[in-house]
């Protein structure tokens, strides 16, 4: 019996990222803080932040709407351009990880 092509794997990363786009989508033009993002999505907190930081990465790569955080209405896609220019200020200021010190 011939075995049926299966679909590759989805690396976890990317589907931690799709599953909190949905949730931030369904939002819109809300925001998730993570708790909400963790009800939504049913996954764990360090899940739902792993997805966070796929779908950041992939935003920055392909250049699509950010993810922007603010502390009043938690993660979200902004379509405002000035969230964008304040989140990539914030991110120019924060020393890189990679940096000596």
Known sequence: MARSPRRPAQPLSEHYGDLVRVA??????????????????RLKQSQVQRGIRHLRDVGAAENLTPITWRHKD?????????????YEKKQLAQPSAASPG
């Open 24 to 41: 931030l989508m369904e939002a819109r033009p809300a925001g998730l803080h993570t708790v909400q993002l963790v009800a939504a999505t």
């Open 74 to 86: 938690g993660y979200m896609f902004s379509d405002d351009p000035a969230d964008w220019i304040e």
